[in-house]
C-alpha cells in the first residue's frame, strides 16, 4: 500500500447526537443536537486500547492529515502522522475532531438554532475549554472508546490534553502536551481583546448577525489574525526570514506593503478569512482566556492533578516560545509531580517561536516518539 493511502483517512464526518444527548455546559446552557466533525486514521485494535487523541490548537480543525476541503492544503500535522512517524496509522487509531465553537462541522455559532432557525451567532452561549473536551469525551465514548491511549495537543490544544487528565483521568493513559500553559497570562488576553475589537470595529460584523446580511467582517478577522500571528513567531523567525527586505524596489511613501513582512501578514490576514468564521473566533479565543486549570482547586494547579497519578506525562516546551513560554510548562511540570504523576519534561532549543510545535523539529520528533514508545510498552501495545 503507498504511504500516501496509509494517511487516508479511515473514517469522519460529522457525528450528530440525538436531542435526548445533550452537551451541558459550563455556563449552564445546554447544547441540543449536538454536531461534531471529525476525522479518523487508522484501525482500533481488537481491545480498544491503541486509539489517541488530537486536540488542534485555537485555528486548527479536524484534518490533521488529509487535505482540507476548503483550502486543499495538506494537513497540519501531516508530517507527525504517517508510516513510521511518531503518530503511525499502521498501530494507532487517531482521531482528531473540530472543537464545539468551531467552525468545520461542529457545533458552533455559524450553525443553525433550531429554535429560531436563523444561524447562532452572537446567542450562541460561551464555551469553555471543559466543554470542548466534554463534547470530546462524548464522541470518544460514541465511537466504542472507554480508555484513549493518548491525548495530544499543542498550544490550545495542550489545555484540553491536561483538562482531560483534570476530568476524565480514569479514561486516559498518557498525555502530550506541547507548547502550551495551564491558565492564561494577562498578555495573552490582551492579544486576545485586540483581536476581537478588530472583529466587533468592521461595519459588517453587524452585532454578529452577519450571516442574516450575507456579509462577513473580513477586513477585522483578517487584522485579529495578522496580531495573533506576530505572537506565534519569534523575533528571530521574523528578521531571518524577512528582515527590513522590500516588496518592491524603492519605498512607495505611502500606506502600501512596502516590506516583505507587511505583505507576509496581509495575506495570512486574507487567506484566514477564507477558511475561518469570525463568530468562532470570537467564542474560541474567549475560551482560552477562561481557561485557568487550578482556579476550580483553590488555585493549587498540583490539586487539580492529584486525580491523574496514574497518566503519564510529556510536556514539551520552545525555548523561543514567549507566547506559553517555557517558564508555563516548568511550573505544569513542578504540578504534575506533586500531584504524584509521572511527567517528562524537555525543553527543546528552537529560534521558531510558539509555532514550532507545527514545523520541522528533528528533537520535538525524538522526545514525542520516545515517549509513545514507552507508553505502548508499558500499556502492552509494544
Not at 459550563?26 to 486536540?55: F, M, P, R, W
Request: with cysteine; aromatic share 10%; net charge negative.
Amino acid at each position: 500500500m503507498a504511504a500516501l493511502d496509509l494517511i487516508t483517512p479511515a473514517g469522519g464526518g460529522t457525528w450528530r447526537f440525538p436531542e435526548n444527548e445533550p452537551l451541558r455546559l459550563d455556563s449552564g446552557a445546554v447544547l441540543e443536537g449536538l454536531e461534531i466533525g471529525y476525522q479518523t486514521y487508522g484501525q482500533l485494535n481488537a481491545d480498544k486500547s491503541n486509539a489517541i487523541l488530537i486536540c488542534h490548537a485555537l485555528t486548527g480543525d479536524q484534518f490533521v492529515a488529509s487535505p482540507h476541503p476548503t483550502t486543499g492544503k495538506p494537513g497540519w500535522w501531516l508530517r507527525m502522522i504517517g508510516p513510521g512517524k511518531p503518530l503511525d496509522p499502521q498501530k494507532h487509531f487517531i482521531i482528531c475532531s473540530n472543537v464545539i465553537g468551531g467552525c468545520m462541522g461542529s457545533t458552533g455559532p455559524a450553525s443553525i438554532n433550531p429554535a429560531t432557525g436563523k444561524a447562532y451567532g452572537l446567542s450562541f452561549p460561551v464555551i469553555t475549554i471543559a466543554d470542548m473536551v466534554r463534547a470530546q469525551a462524548m464522541l470518544v465514548k460514541a465511537l466504542g472508546i472507554e480508555t484513549l491511549f493518548a491525548v495530544i495537543g499543542g498550544s490550545m490544544g495542550g489545555m484540553q490534553a491536561q483538562q482531560w487528565a483534570v476530568d476524565h483521568p480514569e479514561r486516559l493513559f498518557s498525555a502530550v502536551i506541547l507548547a502550551s500553559a495551564s491558565r492564561h497570562s494577562a498578555q495573552n488576553i490582551a492579544f486576545h481583546e485586540v483581536g476581537r475589537q478588530a472583529i466587533m470595529a468592521d461595519p459588517d460584523w453587524r452585532g454578529g448577525a452577519y450571516a442574516e446580511h450575507g456579509v462577513q467582517p473580513g477586513k477585522g478577522l483578517a487584522v485579529a489574525r495578522m496580531a495573533a500571528h506576530i505572537t506565534y513567531l519569534s523575533e528571530p523567525a521574523l528578521q531571518r526570514k524577512f528582515g527590513r527586505e522590500l516588496k518592491r524596489d524603492g519605498l512607495s511613501w505611502g500606506f502600501d506593503a512596502d516590506f516583505q513582512v507587511e505583505s507576509y501578514l496581509r495575506h495570512q490576514g486574507a487567506s484566514f478569512v477564507d477558511r475561518f468564521d469570525a463568530n468562532s473566533y470570537l467564542y474560541i479565543t474567549r475560551a482560552t482566556d477562561y481557561f485557568d486549570i487550578a482556579a476550580a482547586h483553590g488555585g493549587v494547579l498540583a490539586k487539580a492533578f492529584t486525580g491523574a497519578r496514574n497518566v503519564r506525562f510529556c510536556v514539551l516546551s520552545f525555548t523561543s516560545d514567549w507566547l506559553y513560554p517555557t517558564a508555563e510548562s516548568r511550573h505544569l511540570v513542578r504540578a504534575l509531580t506533586a500531584a504524584g504523576a509521572k511527567a517528562a519534561f524537555v525543553e527543546i532549543e528552537s529560534d521558531k517561536g510558539h509555532d514550532a510545535f507545527l514545523l520541522d523539529e528533528p528533537v520535538m520528533d525524538s522526545a514525542l516518539a520516545g515517549f509513545l514508545s514507552s507508553a505502548e510498552r508499558d500499556r502492552g501495545l509494544a
